[in-house]
C-alpha cells in the first residue's frame, strides 16, 4: 500500500510575508501568544496570508480491542458499541460539543465487536469494519498485514471524501488506551510505566496489570523492531488507530489542517509521523489530556497543545473544542486592522522591549 510522501510547509518567504502581516496588526508584538504561532501555520499549509477555514469535520473512528481479555479495562467491551450508538443517537459528548461549533462529525465503524445491521441506529455510520475486533495482542499480533493495510486504506480513501480543509479526529474503543500506550512505549522507548494510565478508570491496581500486560507483550514480539512502524502498528495498534493513521497522512497530503485530539489520537499521529515526518507541519494539537502518558507522548511529537483542561474522555472532544480557537487565529489574521490602517502609531523604535 503506497503511503502519500508529505511535503513540509517550510516556505521562508510566505513565512516572512505571514510574520509581517501578524506583527502589522493594531497589538503589541506577541500579544495574541499562540494564536500568532497557529495563524502562521495555518497560512502556511494553505499557503496563503490570507488563510480560511472551510466546513470543519471530525471523524470518530471505533473499533474494538481483543487485548480486553487480558483485564486491562474497567468497563466491559461491550460500551464500544454502545457509545457509537449513543453518537449515531446524537447523545455522546462530542455531538454537543459539534453541534456547538457548527461542525459535521462522521462516525466509522473501524472494527467494532457489533453487528449495527443496516437500519436503525447503524443509519449515518460508515461501515468500514475490517473483522470484529483486533487479535489479543498479548498472545499474536493484533492484526495481520493485509488487515493493517486495509485498515490504513479505509482511511485515506474516507478522508479524501472530506470537503473541508481542516479535520480533527477522534476515537471510541474499550482497550484502546493499551494500545496507544503499546505503541508509544514501543515507538518511543518511554518506558511503560510512564506510558500507562488509568484509562476508563482503573485502580492502581488495574494499571499495574495493565502495564505487565504490555511488557509482556513486548517480549513476546520482540523481533518487532521499533524502525518500522508499520509492523509496530499491526503488532500492537488497532483498527481505529490503523485507520486514523491512513487518514492523517491522507489529510496532510491534500493540505488540510489536522486537529489532533487526545492520547489515542496521538498514537495514531506518532506512527503517522515515523512514517511521514513532515506530517507534523499539518498538525495542531488541540490539547493536553489527563491520561498519564499524553504528556510524554506530546513531548515525543514536540507537540504544543493549545489547552490543558483535564479532559480524558476521547471521542475527538478536545478537538471539538479548540476548533474556535483555530477560527480565532485565521481570522485574527484576515480582519484584524493594521496599524496604518488604523491610523494607530506603532511601537516606538527607541523603547526597547520593557512593557509600557
Not at 502562521?40 to 496563503?48: F, S, V
Not at 514501543?186 to 495493565?210: E, F, I, N, S, Y
Not at 509482556?216 to 483498527?239: E, I, K, M, Q, Y
Not at 513531548?299 to 490543558?308: H, I, T
Request: proline share 4%.
Amino acid at each position: 500500500m503506497p503511503i502519500p510522501t508529505l511535503v513540509p510547509t517550510r516556505d521562508a518567504a510566505l513565512s516572512a510575508a505571514l510574520a509581517a502581516a501578524i506583527v502589522n496588526k493594531t497589538k503589541p508584538p506577541g500579544s495574541l501568544g499562540m494564536l500568532e504561532t497557529v495563524a502562521a501555520q495555518i497560512g502556511l499549509i494553505q499557503q496563503t496570508v490570507r488563510p480560511q477555514l472551510r466546513a470543519p469535520e471530525i471523524l470518530v473512528f471505533a473499533g474494538d480491542h481483543g487485548v480486553v481479555a487480558e483485564g486491562i479495562s474497567a468497563f466491559p467491551q461491550s460500551v464500544t458499541w454502545q457509545m457509537v450508538h449513543n453518537f449515531l443517537q446524537q447523545g455522546a459528548a462530542i455531538n454537543v460539543f459539534a453541534r456547538q461549533n457548527r461542525c459535521a462529525l462522521k462516525v466509522v465503524d473501524a472494527g467494532v465487536n457489533h453487528d449495527f445491521g443496516v437500519d436503525g441506529p447503524a443509519a449515518g455510520l460508515l461501515d468500514r469494519k475490517i473483522a470484529h475486533g483486533t487479535a489479543n495482542f498479548a498472545r499474536q499480533p493484533a492484526m495481520s498485514a493485509e488487515q493493517c493495510a486495509l485498515a490504513m486504506r479505509h482511511g485515506m480513501e474516507i478522508c479524501a471524501q472530506v470537503d473541508g480543509n481542516v479535520v480533527g479526529f477522534g476515537e471510541m474503543g474499550i482497550g484502546n488506551t493499551t494500545a496507544a500506550a503499546a505503541l508509544m512505549h514501543k515507538l518511543t522507548g518511554v518506558p511503560a510505566a510512564q506510558c500507562v494510565g488509568a484509562g476508563t478508570g482503573l485502580d492502581a491496581d488495574g494499571v499495574a496489570r495493565k502495564q505487565r500486560v504490555i511488557e509482556a507483550a513486548v517480549r513476546l514480539h520482540a523481533a518487532v523492531g521499533a524502525d518500522d512502524p508499520a509492523a509496530v502498528l499491526r503488532t500492537f495498534g488497532g483498527f481505529e488507530i490503523a485507520m486514523m493513521t491512513g487518514a492523517m497522512l491522507q489529510a496532510a497530503a491534500l493540505r488540510k489542517v489536522l486537529l489532533i485530539d487526545g492520547f489515542i489520537v496521538s498514537s495514531a499521529l506518532l506512527v503517522a509521523a515515523r512514517m511521514q515526518p513532515a506530517i507534523l507541519d499539518y498538525c495542531v494539537f488541540s490539547h493536553c489530556s489527563d491520561e498519564h502518558g499524553h504528556r510524554r507522548l506530546l513531548d515525543a511529537l514536540g507537540a504544543r497543545p493549545l489547552m490543558q483542561l483535564d479532559l480524558r474522555l476521547g471521542e475527538g472532544t478536545g478537538a471539538a473544542l479548540a476548533l474556535p480557537l483555530l477560527h480565532a487565529a485565521v481570522n485574527f489574521l484576515c480582519e484584524m486592522a493594521t496599524f496604518d490602517g488604523a491610523g494607530v502609531s506603532g511601537k516606538n523604535p527607541d523603547a526597547g522591549d520593557a512593557a509600557a
